[in-house]
């Protein structure tokens, strides 16, 4: 009787032999314990030591990359400017021919007073604590699989880059990740997958804005006609921007700053909107239709506007390259006895900014586990080698072939 022939060749084999799930784990447990929320500088350095001693395991240059300038809206309408953690950057063989680019956040949304900072087990193979699948878990899927590339004669070359504020846009690490990704085959990026293992595909963008509205105080029963009502202004424009949502683009009127008290007409107002386009051309029109509302509500209430915000992430669509990646990734997960799918999502992530670069970019190659953003957040620990192998073997086909 013949022997069932493996579908991996003797090199993948022996490079998905070296991925230790234990190793891996001893990793997530120790990075989740220091809090790395994106407000948390203090947090962010300590993770970013960390990870740049972990990721010296690679051949290539380990760098921090001080963040770019980036700002925000504050309550009395002012611009203020931000400051964000370093991010890590690793460059291995920039000579090569076939170059990938592997990408990951050590922020969490976890504030450093937040009461989610401890781990605990909630059975063999769940554990649930801060960031243990978005994504410390993912950072110790990229590296192991990494190493296991290392471990054979392959002959390709990659970036890596960790940023410090994911969970907040990527406003500090855009131009990065857009640096990075010129000149790439493909991208892979370290979100969690769902707890069956579906991946990520299509996705909507995001655009956040801030709309301040100045109008003129008045006492509300003596001459509140004198008064221009910001409040009211703010209000108005919230529902119009609402009244945009359709097939294709949601529209998100979150918070209105502002007002005071009762018997004073306010001055002062400013609204805060979030925008899902699914398409570029929603988010042209999302654009333009803010632009035309926000002018035509400051003249009818007669108020003065300044708007601050941007859409930071651009839809993200399945093309050609994006379907090869995906179907790539499918049939090494077959090979390796794993079902592979992918489903549109709202989310978004750095996979978003990447695929705007024209990169093919499977985003959601970490970790298996769920409730992520929540103190009930947990990593279903035998994805850890699962995906470790899936990412290795990924990687090594795309170098023996030297293209999708």
């Known amino acids: 009787m013949n022997a069932i022939k493996s579908p991996l060749s003797a090199e993948e084999n022996a490079a998905l032999a070296t991925i230790d799930q234990q190793a891996m784990l001893e990793q997530v447990k120790n990075w989740s314990a220091v809090n790395s929320g994106t407000t948390n500088l203090d947090g962010l350095a300590e993770m970013a030591r960390l990870l740049s001693h972990a990721f010296s395991a690679l051949p290539g240059e380990v760098m921090l990359v001080e963040p770019a300038s980036i700002s925000k809206m504050t309550p009395d309408g002012k611009i203020q400017d931000i400051k964000r953690g370093q991010h890590l950057h690793i460059s291995v063989r920039p000579e090569a021919k076939v170059r990938l680019l592997f990408t990951g956040h050590m922020d969490t949304v976890f504030p450093a007073d937040h009461s989610f900072q401890d781990q605990v087990w909630l059975d063999d193979n769940t554990l649930n604590g801060p960031g243990v699948a978005d994504m410390k878990g993912g950072i110790a899927v990229m590296l192991a699989a990494l190493k296991a590339v290392e471990a054979v004669d392959c002959d390709i070359g990659y970036d890596v880059m960790i940023n410090s504020d994911e969970e907040t846009g990527s406003g500090a690490s855009a131009e990065l990740i857009a640096a990075l990704a010129k000149g790439k085959t ?149 090979d390796l006895g794993l079902t592979i799918a992918h489903r549109a999502t709202g989310g978004v992530c750095d996979g978003n900014n990447i695929a705007s670069c024209g990169i093919p970019v499977v985003d959601t190659m970490g970790v298996r586990g769920g409730a992520i953003h929540s103190p009930d957040e947990f990593l279903l620990v035998d994805s850890l080698s699962e995906r470790a192998r899936l990412s290795a073997l990924t990687i090594l086909r795309i170098a023996t072939k030297g293209s999708l």
């Open 186 to 334: 493909a991208a892979l990026t370290y979100e969690p997958a769902l707890p069956d293992g579906t991946l990520a595909g299509e996705r909507g963008g995001s655009g956040n804005f801030s709309i301040c509205f100045s109008g003129r105080s008045a006492h509300a029963g003596r001459n509140p006609e004198e008064g221009r009502n910001a409040i009211v202004a703010a209000a108005a424009l919230a529902v119009a921007l609402k009244a945009l949502t359709c097939d294709g683009l949601a529209v998100n009127p979150a918070k209105i700053d502002g007002g005071g008290a009762n018997n004073v007409v306010p001055d002062h107002a400013i609204l805060h909107v979030n925008f899902r386009p699914r398409t570029l051309e929603m988010e042209a029109l999302a654009k333009s239709e803010l632009q035309r509302l926000v002018a035509e509500i400051a003249t009818e209430h007669e108020v003065e506007t300044h708007m601050h915000g941007s859409f930071g992430r651009p839809p993200k669509p399945i093309d050609d390259g994006a379907q090869k990646l995906f179907d790539l990734v499918k049939k090494c997960g077959a």
